[in-house]
């Protein structure tokens, strides 16, 4: 029997509820509102009272209207289907333009019942199986899906029978498994899973030790991220996170590729509707959609259903990593998402922390993040989440709580700074705050040896050593004067600036210059060092900044199409011949 109940108070999406049963922390009810079901989520339980969060408008709600308990927490469908799909935070496929704005207590079905999939089977009768073990295949657009023992099975089952290649609608059961009681329970190829809980069906969570190529320079060449890492973005309004997050979403080394748009407005949503079908996968020609979920919110859901929307990415993206799949995550911003949980906790009138924020958002960002990773699977394959998401500090304010507390979880910070958006110095990543503590790991030492050349990260820690050497010598200048300082003070600026425009900014909408491979970036860092270690002798500081600006407008200008980079190269080849036979 249901737990049920009645409404006894409602502040705006907060209502609470005299319950004649048990009922669990997040568990799922429908309050009823003559004939209408409104979805909610418990977050308090208090002896026979229950706080639900609705995930939708209160409007008309009364005293009295029953309340009827659903015994499971918030889950997601998984199963064939989800690629290219746009899904609100409640996992409602919003298919047409017109499902954005849905209608009080209407929810679609997150996959088409339907749909015929070309089923291959991958186990055989007899064997021995644990929860998401692959059992067969189907071919989801281009990529390989695999339909896998459900994620809640416990002990091991034998595969009783399992379905013959051909074509099976998700509903249908593809295998019979038997437990060790001898009881058969039948597998279809859609399962539920609770969105706050982990996927743990993995044999271990090693610490990453890849990494992921992006293509954007100033990641990959001075911090880069690891496959199966975690990393920020946060700036100020207009710097470019939604750029930055794009260009990763093109062009990164990921096979699935899942945004989570947060607390957008609706205006918002529909760009990204618009935008996303519009980008092209740099890896494939075909359009990224192919191997994306969009998972948004709407303007007509409030508070509990925007905090869902990134647990529901992030357990989409385990779901594809236990396929063995490269799952890259990007979460745009995760502060709206800081502001759900503010809004509901205060709602709550729990005891606030800093700026009003639950006093435990720290935790609650770290254990979102530590969800990401790369994982060995019970069959020896891998795969992997990496999770980037922005954040959008109000007024730029980097001591903010959720700036802060993303710090303590994410290994890589991408700072955008408004003064080099301000220069439209793109991507505007500060490249002296910025961090990658991946290039602390050995691992990620070794592997950079191996796949680019040894010691490359100790050039790295050479590239930033320029950088900040030039900063300070350009703030001795502006507080000295040019001629109140030493000539080297000039030559240190004038290469940090050089490894700037020829490194660090890159214009993400130019065809070739958005995206740059691993060795070219390896190339472009050693021209430019090549100079770097050469110390001149220039007469003046004026002698000296010509020099630089000519060596850097040539390249600027030839680094923005295919032609013109080429000669780009070509240029920085022939000029370290000329300072070779100097
Ligand atoms: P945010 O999401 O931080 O508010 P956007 O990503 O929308 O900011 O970027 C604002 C504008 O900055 C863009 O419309 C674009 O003109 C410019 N911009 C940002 N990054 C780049 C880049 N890498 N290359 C070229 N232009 C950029
Ligand atoms: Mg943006």
Redesign the pocket.
């Known amino acids: 029997m249901k737990t049920t109940g009645k409404v006894t108070g409602i502040i705006s999406n907060l209502v609470t509820v005299e319950c004649n049963g048990p009922v669990s922390q997040n568990e799922i009810c429908l309050i009823d509102l003559q004939g209408v079901k409104l979805m909610a989520e418990v977050i308090k339980v208090n002896g026979s009272k229950a706080s639900v969060q609705v995930y939708e408008s209160t409007r008309g709600l009364q005293i009295g209207n029953t309340v009827e308990f659903q015994d499971h927490m918030l889950e997601v469908t998984l199963g064939p289907g989800l690629l290219s799909s746009n899904f609100d935070g409640l996992q409602n496929n919003l298919a047409t333009m017109e499902d954005v704005f849905l209608k009080r207590g209407e929810y679609t079905k997150a996959l088409d019942e339907d749909k015929l999939w070309d089923f291959t089977p991958i186990v055989e009768v007899g064997q021995q199986v644990v929860a998401a073990d692959w059992l067969g295949e189907v071919k989801e657009g281009w990529l390989p899906h695999k339909i896998m023992v459900p994620f809640n099975f416990e002990g091991t089952y034998t595969v009783k029978s399992v379905a013959q290649a051909g074509q099976y609608k998700i509903t249908d059961t593809i295998a019979t498994l038997t437990n060790a009681e001898g009881e058969e329970v039948k597998v279809t190829m859609m399962q539920k899973w609770p969105v706050k809980v982990p996927i743990g069906n993995y044999l271990e969570k090693p610490r990453p030790f890849k990494v992921m190529e992006t293509g954007v320079r100033c990641i990959d060449t001075l911090n880069p991220i690891a496959e199966g890492g975690t990393g920020f973005i946060p ?1 100020p ?8 997050q794009h ?1 990763l979403a093109e062009q990164a080394d990921a096979d699935i590729i899942i945004m989570a748009a947060c607390g957008e407005r609706a205006n918002e949503v529909v760009e990204i509707f618009t935008e996303f079908p519009e980008l092209r996968d740099k890896h494939t020609g075909r359009s990224l959609m192919e191997r994306t979920i969009i998972v948004c919110n709407t303007s007509n859901m409030p508070v509990a259903a925007r905090e869902a929307s990134v647990y529901t990415a992030m357990t989409l993206g385990e779901y594809y990593r236990a396929m063995g799949m490269k799952v890259l995550l990007l979460a745009d911003s995760t502060s709206r998402w800081a502001q759900a949980l503010r809004e509901m906790s205060n709602r709550l009138e729990e005891l606030p922390g800093q700026d009003g924020f639950p006093v435990d958002l720290s935790a609650i960002i770290s254990s979102f993040y530590a969800r990401a990773g790369y994982v060995t699977l019970n069959n020896g394959k891998s795969g992997s989440i990496t999770f980037i998401g922005t954040v959008s500090p109000a007024g730029g304010n980097l001591k903010e709580p959720v700036t802060e507390s993303t710090k303590k979880a994410a290994r890589c910070f991408y700072g ?1 700074s408004q003064n080099r ?1 301000d220069k439209k110095r ?3 990543v500060d490249p002296v705050d910025s961090y990658s503590k991946y290039l602390e790991y050995p691992e990620i030492v070794d592997y950079l040896d191996n796949k680019i050349e040894k010691g490359w990260v100790d050039k790295v820690t050479k590239t930033k050593y320029i950088i900040r050497k030039g900063k300070d010598a350009y703030e001795q200048i502006n507080i000295l004067g040019d001629d109140g300082v030493p000539m080297s003070y000039h030559e240190q600026y004038w290469k940090s600036e050089l490894i700037d425009f020829v490194i660090l900014q ?4 130019d065809e070739i210059d958005g995206s740059t491979p691993l060795d070219r970036q390896k190339f472009m860092l050693d021209l430019v060092l090549d100079i770097c270690d050469r110390s001149f002798k220039f007469d003046n500081f004026e002698e000296c900044m010509n020099y630089f600006k000519n060596l850097i407008n040539t390249c600027r200008q030839m680094n923005y199409s295919e032609y013109q980079s080429e000669q780009f190269y070509k240029y920085l080849g022939q000029l370290k011949e000329e300072l070779n036979h100097e």
Do not use: N
């Open positions: 700036g309004f207009g710097c470019g996170k939604t750029v930055l260009a955008l958006a793109y991507p505007a890159q214009d993400a909408f």
